[in-house]
């Protein structure tokens, strides 16, 4: 197998792994050479090395074998380099890291403690900010200042595409330009759980401990995945209260907020909810149609002369509203295509190219969205929303999230009633039947009912 053989075998990894995967394991390896059915690569740190050995050496050993290469397995090591010799660098692997290598140059840090790689995309210059991300993105502002820590922990919070791992890339970047001196650390809590589990089985604890201890700004991505991993959690506990207690950063971000993981021990919920906890809510559309205008920008530098004809942008903010990956890869792959076949960006073209995307983006309501919008309509809290009370100035809203939830979504009865502090489903049998009498009896509550329902449709 030859670099150029590796280079095929990249692409096509890439479509197997994913984007993110391929990015984060994939793309920092460096080909050396193969021999004896052993395909060599350099890596930037053991850690690396040993996550993609466990992860992804088995596909890469597959691909190779069906791309018709005598590879029977893959063997890690980091790079020894030669000061003398630099032009020799890529002739030998180490089998254990050179002391005087340096750091990954956003950690600061020594290489056997180096995070997940940053992408260089996420900056605070490429996040749109609109009403429903606007705390946070303070939030992470401030915190990147790397001035005196003012709120411990940041955790940011909210479903898929919403700009949570942006915005924690966006605050390493902000510290490795202002702050050169603070050690900080990126890394998922997958990573933070094999490298725990690492040391447990290397015996060496209290050099985890000790690394982990040093940092100036620990950043842990989708949290939820320690939850009902006991003995991760308790490291993370230990490691968390020792990083607090020297008034060190910790940011934090989950798919939900701390007492929703399921799994997760209720000290370690109190401790997550003792900093300041924000929602990054779903995006409207007038910040989808943001992230698009400056997206199409950067698309037309990549195709000059391509035409988008005028309401195309319009059409895909209102039309995928989910998830802003997957409209930024809708926009990608619609220029992509236009440029392929020679044709102008039009009505029709979008809509052939990008129809299992369309399909796939149907509006679809959620219970949450619907508490919400409920309790900003009634100017009433959330948690009075869900909660025990039974006070008519909560009873009646809550009626109606529950009647809004029966017939804008799929949930059961049983499954609204959990959503609504753990109600039983005749509870909620009862509301949706109340709000049914109502809407005949009581005209406002049939307009409220009317322009919840437009609204949340829209």
């Given at each position: 197998?030859?670099?150029?053989?590796?280079?095929?075998?990249?692409?096509?990894?890439?479509?197997?792994?994913?984007?993110?995967?391929?990015?984060?394991?994939?793309?920092?390896?460096?080909?050396?050479?193969?021999?004896?059915?052993?395909?060599?690569?350099?890596?930037?740190?053991?850690?690396?090395?040993?996550?993609?050995?466990?992860?992804?050496?088995?596909?890469?050993?597959?691909?190779?074998?069906?791309?018709?290469?005598?590879?029977?397995?893959?063997?890690?090591?980091?790079?020894?380099?030669?000061?003398?010799?630099?032009?020799?660098?890529?002739?030998?692997?180490?089998?254990?890291?050179?002391?005087?290598?340096?750091?990954?140059?956003?950690?600061?840090?020594?290489?056997?403690?180096?995070?997940?790689?940053?992408?260089?995309?996420?900056?605070?210059?490429?996040?749109?900010?609109?009403?429903?991300?606007?705390?946070?993105?303070?939030?992470?502002?401030?915190?990147?200042?790397?001035?005196?820590?003012?709120?411990?922990?940041?955790?940011?919070?909210?479903?898929?595409?919403?700009?949570?791992?942006?915005?924690?890339?966006?605050?390493?970047?902000?510290?490795?330009?202002?702050?050169?001196?603070?050690?900080?650390?990126?890394?998922?809590?997958?990573?933070?759980?094999?490298?725990?589990?690492?040391?447990?089985?290397?015996?060496?604890?209290?050099?985890?401990?000790?690394?982990?201890?040093?940092?100036?700004?620990?950043?842990?991505?989708?949290?939820?995945?320690?939850?009902?991993?006991?003995?991760?959690?308790?490291?993370?506990?230990?490691?968390?209260?020792?990083?607090?207690?020297?008034?060190?950063?910790?940011?934090?971000?989950?798919?939900?907020?701390?007492?929703?993981?399921?799994?997760?021990?209720?000290?370690?919920?109190?401790?997550?909810?003792?900093?300041?906890?924000?929602?990054?809510?779903?995006?409207?559309?007038?910040?989808?149609?943001?992230?698009?205008?400056?997206?199409?920008?950067?698309?037309?530098?990549?195709?000059?002369?391509?035409?988008?004809?005028?309401?195309?942008?319009?059409?895909?903010?209102?039309?995928?509203?989910?998830?802003?990956?997957?409209?930024?890869?809708?926009?990608?792959?619609?220029?992509?295509?236009?440029?392929l076949v020679g044709r102008e960006i039009t009505m029709?073209?979008?809509?052939?190219?990008?129809?299992?995307?369309?399909?796939?983006?149907?509006?679809?309501?959620?219970?949450?969205?619907?508490?919400?919008?409920?309790?900003?309509?009634?100017?009433?809290?959330?948690?009075?929303?869900?909660?025990?009370?039974?006070?008519?100035?909560?009873?009646?809203?809550?009626?109606?999230?529950?009647?809004?939830?029966?017939?804008?979504?799929?949930?059961?009865?049983?499954?609204?009633?959990?959503?609504?502090?753990?109600?039983?489903?005749?509870?909620?049998?009862?509301?949706?039947?109340?709000?049914?009498?109502?809407?005949?009896?009581?005209?406002?509550?049939?307009?409220?009912?009317?322009?919840?329902?437009?609204?949340?449709?829209?």
């Open positions: 197998m030859t670099l150029d053989d590796w280079g095929q075998l990249q692409d096509i990894l890439r479509a197997s792994v994913g984007k993110n995967n391929y990015t984060n394991w994939i793309g920092p390896l460096s080909f050396v050479g193969a021999k004896n059915g052993v395909a060599s690569f350099s890596v930037p740190t053991n850690f690396l090395g040993n996550y993609v050995s466990q992860n992804f050496g088995d596909m890469i050993v597959y691909q190779a074998q069906q791309a018709g290469h005598d590879i029977q397995r893959v063997h890690f090591a980091v790079l020894k380099a030669n000061p003398a010799d630099t032009s020799k660098q890529h002739a030998a692997i180490a089998p254990k890291p050179d002391t005087h290598t340096p750091a990954q140059k956003f950690s600061r840090i020594p290489d056997s403690l180096a995070g997940a790689p940053l992408d260089k995309r996420f900056t605070f210059d490429t996040f749109v900010v609109g009403k429903p991300n606007e705390l946070a993105h303070a939030a992470a502002r401030r915190v990147a200042e790397g001035g005196p820590v003012t709120f411990n922990p940041l955790f940011l919070y909210g479903g898929v595409g919403l700009g949570k791992t942006h915005l924690m890339h966006a605050i390493a970047h902000e510290l490795q330009s202002a702050r050169p001196d603070l050690k900080v650390l990126y890394l998922s809590a997958e990573q933070f759980m094999y490298r725990f589990v690492q040391a447990l089985r290397e015996r060496k604890m209290m050099d985890f401990k000790s690394l982990f201890r040093a940092v100036d700004v620990l950043m842990v991505d989708d949290v939820q995945f320690i939850g009902g991993k006991d003995s991760t959690q308790e490291e993370f506990f230990h490691t968390f209260n020792a990083l607090v207690d020297q008034n060190k950063q910790i940011i934090i971000s989950a798919d939900r907020a701390p007492g929703e993981i399921k799994g997760l021990e209720d000290r370690i919920k109190s401790r997550l909810q003792c900093g300041l906890v924000v929602d990054l809510h779903p995006t409207d559309y007038e910040l989808r149609l943001g992230i698009l205008q400056s997206k199409v920008e950067i698309q037309k530098a990549q195709y000059p002369g391509l035409h988008i004809d005028e309401g195309i942008i319009e059409f895909l903010a209102h039309r995928i509203s989910t998830n802003v990956r997957v409209l930024e890869g809708a926009l990608t792959r619609l220029f992509a295509f236009a440029s029709d073209l979008t809509v052939d190219c990008l129809s299992d995307v369309l399909r796939a983006s149907e509006r679809k309501i959620t219970v949450e969205e619907i508490q919400r919008r409920v309790s900003e309509h009634y100017n009433i809290r959330l948690s009075e929303l869900i909660g025990p009370k039974r006070v008519r100035n909560f009873a009646r809203p809550r009626q109606v999230a529950m009647y809004l939830c029966k017939q804008l979504t799929s949930r059961s009865l049983p499954e609204i009633g959990r959503r609504f502090g753990g109600r039983d489903h005749t509870t909620v049998m009862h509301g949706v039947k109340r709000i049914e009498e109502l809407k005949i009896q009581d005209g406002q509550i049939a307009e409220d009912i009317e322009m919840l329902r437009r609204a949340l449709e829209e």
